[in-house]
C-alpha cells in the first residue's frame, strides 16, 4: 500500500511536536555543551562499558567517520578510555573513565527528570495510553525491521477477555468484513472460559512486549482425551515476530503435559496466515464444509492434531 501525503505529513508533525517537548532543539541538550548525539553515545558507553565503536555506529545508525570524531571529542576532555580487544587489537573497546562518568551522571538524572515532568502532567489513564501507542511504534518498527521483540507470555488476568472480545471484533472487521456476531461469538467463548475454568486442564496466554497485549491463545476442553484450540490472535504490529508460532508452540506444549492425546481446532480457508501456523505445528486438516456466518459465505475447516504420534521435540519446535 503506498504512503499518503496525509500520513506523511502526521507522522512530521508528531516528530516536530515530541522533539520540542523534549528540548532536542536546543544547542546543548538537558541544558548541557552536549548535542543529542554525544549525550546518546555516551549513553551506550555508560550502559554498555566495552562496547566497541563499530558497535554503536551499527546499531545507531552514525557514519564511522562522525562518530569517530566525536570519540576523539570525548578523549581529549578525558572522558573515554579505550581498551584493545584481546581477539583483534586493532578493535577497541569503549567506556567512560572517572570524569566521563561524572560528566553522565547529572545528564541521566536531568533526563529522568524531565521524563517524569512529563509523565507527571497526565493522569493515569492517559499515561497508560502515551505508553501503550509508544510501544505500538516500537513494535510496528521492530517487525518491520525483522528486530527480535521482547514478548511474555502469562495467564489472564482481570480486563483481557474485555480485550480478547474487543480486538478479535474490530481486528476481523477491519481485515475481512465480519459483522458483528463474530464479535458475539467470541464473547460467548469467553465468558464459558471464565464459568467453567479447570486450571489443570486449560489455560489462555495473553502475549505482552513493554506492558502491551499483542496476542493470545486458549486452551479449552473437549470431548474426552480431546482439547480444543480457539482465539488465536496477534496485533498487527507484532506480526512477523514469530509470535504466532510461540504461542501455538506453548498451547501444543501445555496440551501434552495435561495429557489429552489430540487438539482440534476450526478455522476458515480464508485465514492463511493462521492455517500456516496450523500446518507448521503438525495439524492436519480433516473437515472442510462451506457456511454463511459474519456476513460472509465461508469455508470453515476443521484441523486435528494427534499428541500421541508426535515426539514432544517436534511440538516444542
Known sequence: MAVSRDQISAVRAF??????????????LLDSPYSLTEVRVMYEISHRPGVMAAQLAD?????RGYLSRILKGFGAKGLLARAASAEDARRQHL???????RVFAPLERRSQQQVRAMLSGLDGSRRQALLEAMSVIRCAFSAAGGQPAKVSLRTHRPGDMGWVVERHGA??????GWNEEFEALVAVITAEFIRKLDPARERCWI????????????????????????LLLVEPEARGLGLGGMLVTECVRFARAAGYERIVLWTQENLAAARHLYERAGFTRTVRESHHSFGHELVGETWQLELRNIPARRAAS
Open 15 to 28: 516528530n516536530r511536536d515530541y522533539t520540542r517537548r523534549i528540548g532536542v532543539l536546543s544547542q546543548g
Open 95 to 101: 567506556r567512560l573513565t572517572a570524569a566521563g562518568r
Open 171 to 176: 481486528l476481523y472487521f477491519r481485515e475481512y
Open 207 to 230: 502475549a505482552q512486549a513493554h506492558g502491551r497485549r499483542l496476542g493470545c491463545i486458549f486452551l479449552v476442553a473437549g470431548e474426552t482425551g480431546t482439547a480444543r484450540l480457539r
Open 59 to 63: 546499531e545507531l545508525g552514525l557514519d
